[in-house]
């Protein structure tokens, strides 16, 4: 889809702020930010509407905008729990699909490592 944008002379050099992106490509930039921090796209929208070949590619383009994961502290709470569960179920002898195990190998790994520590409630 393509949008044409009339924005006033005056206002594009404070839309520009020193960049030397070209104007329509920093406002690309600007829009694909702004709907990604309200999560109305991921990360892999972001790259492909960017054009961005990788994520590393990707996570500098974040840092130089200094745009934040939304809700990290949401997201480490369900991989925690997520954790706490697959020890459980080692500590019990369960076993589940391919991937949850790999997932299970790496938990189980960390745990005996002492990288995480899992209390019960």
């Known amino acids: 889809m393509e949008i044409t944008l009339t924005i006033p002379d005056e206002v594009a050099p404070a839309l520009q702020n020193g960049s030397t992106t070209p104007l329509a490509r920093r406002l690309l930039e ?9 999560e109305l796209i991921t990360e892999r929208d972001v790259m492909d509407w960017l054009g961005f070949a990788s994520r590393e590619e990707l996570h500098r ?3 130089a905008y200094d ?6 502290p949401d997201l480490l709470e369900r991989e ?4 706490e569960e697959v020890i459980l179920d080692l500590q019990n002898g369960e ?5 949850r195990q790999v997932f299970e190998m790496a938990v189980l790994k960390a745990y005996q490592a002492d990288v995480i520590n899992v209390s019960s409630t």
């Not at 745009?67 to 990290?72: F, T």
């Not at 925690?80 to 954790?83: F, K, P, V």
């Open 80 to 83: 925690r729990a997520t954790a």
């Open 30 to 38: 600007l829009a694909a930010i702004k709907v990604h921090e309200v």
């Open 67 to 72: 745009v934040r994961q939304p809700h990290v």
């Open 61 to 63: 383009f974040f840092k």
């Open 95 to 99: 076993t589940a699909s391919f991937s």
